[in-house]
Nanobody
Framework: VQLVESGGGLVQPGGSLRLSCTVS?????????RAWFRQAPGREREFVAI????????DYRDSVKGRFVISRDNARKTVYLQMNNLKSEDTAVYYC?????????????????WGQGTQVTVSS
């Protein structure tokens, strides 16, 4: 299984970025819960957003609610993270993830596969 992220970069505060993550080698990929995490320098990896297999259920950490939107296109095997009104505290390496746990509430604590990460830097 391989997860490949793209879309990171340098953006000014208040700007936007869209991250993408495409999965390969995962049978029945459309049945898996998918998520985004991030890790800032010197800090532990933290949950950012999660989406159910059919995309009807989503959840976010409080600090990104109203600014970030997670979505997925199962035909393209891809999950997205639209990040708006970015702040300096959003600077981190962002990782996409897949969980084989079908419990939406518990999946974020039970990750089966990780991407390699993409750097997002918010700075003027």
């Amino acid at each position: 299984v391989q997860l490949v992220e793209s879309g990171g970069g340098l953006v000014q505060p208040g700007g936007s970025l869209r991250l993408s993550c495409t999965v390969s080698g995962l049978n029945f990929h459309w049945t898996y819960i998918r998520a985004w995490f991030r890790q800032a320098p010197g800090r532990e990896r933290e949950f950012v957003a999660i989406i159910s297999p059919n995309g009807t259920a989503t959840d976010y950490r409080d600090s990104v609610k109203g600014r970030f939107v997670i979505s997925r296109d199962n035909a393209r095997k891809t999950v997205y993270l639209q990040m708006n009104n970015l702040k300096s505290e959003d600077t981190a390496v962002y990782y996409c993830a897949v969980s084989a746990n079908d419990d939406f509430g518990g999946a974020r604590y039970d990750i089966s596969y990780w991407g390699q990460g993409t750097q997002v830097t918010v700075s003027s």
